[in-house]
């Protein structure tokens, strides 16, 4: 969403209330309006203007609360389960099923549908990356290719649905996991608690064996 609508609804107003301003000094100006009708014309500039703040927090809120609806309603297309087992086929298997493609495309444009948060929006990223790794091997049958980043998007999977629940419930969204400059968990600048890629080093120490 480029211009949001209570900046448009601003940009509505905005003349109006340069004009009333115009009216009062050149009434200030030329002594060609009395006290009374000076007061009057004042008075209808604040109540604009407490008409104006009023709409764009009623707005405001009604944005927010659509935002909120929309993460709901994408949520699903996060699936943990269904990237943990895209996961295991291709790693394991060395299976790219027919429906792998489209999970992943789902979650691609899921991302592409929302206007984000800005708290959320490194973690947007990285996700986005991960999965735009995984779709071109994926697309091109290629499981060995695949295999690092289905593990990648699997483990940040469960990490991006945490911080779209963490935002939602209004708790403090955790920053995205570290993976450092090649791709591996970096253990000495993550988080306590990073259990989603502390499982994806175990799965993916799993695959080796």
Do not use: K
Request: a negative charge; one cysteine or more; charged letters at 25%.
């Amino acid at each position: 969403m480029s211009i949001s609508m209570s900046r448009r609804t601003r940009w509505l107003f905005a003349p109006l209330l340069l004009l009333a301003a115009g009216l009062i000094a050149a009434a200030c100006s030329s002594g060609g309006v009395d006290q009374d009708d000076f007061d009057a014309l004042r008075a209808q500039v604040g109540q604009l203007q407490t008409e104006v703040a009023d709409f764009n927090a009623t707005l405001a809120a009604t944005e927010e609360a659509a935002q909120r609806a929309l993460l709901f309603a994408i949520l699903p297309a996060f699936n943990t389960s269904a990237f943990h087992t895209i996961d295991e086929q291709i790693n394991n298997d060395g299976l790219i099923h027919a429906t792998t493609p489209g999970t992943v495309q789902r979650a691609l444009e899921a991302i592409a549908s929302a206007d984000w948060p800005e708290a959320l929006q490194p973690n947007v990223d990285q996700y986005r990356e991960a999965l735009e790794a995984l779709i071109e091997p994926v697309l091109d049958n290629d499981s060995d290719a695949a295999g690092r980043p289905a593990t990648v998007v699997h483990a940040l999977t469960h990490a991006f649905e945490g911080s779209i629940s963490a935002f939602l419930d209004g708790e403090e969204v955790p920053p995205p996991p570290d993976l450092g400059s090649d791709g591996e968990h970096n253990d000495h600048e993550a988080s306590e608690g990073d259990e989603e890629m502390e499982e994806m080093e175990e799965m993916e120490g799993d695959h080796d064996e």
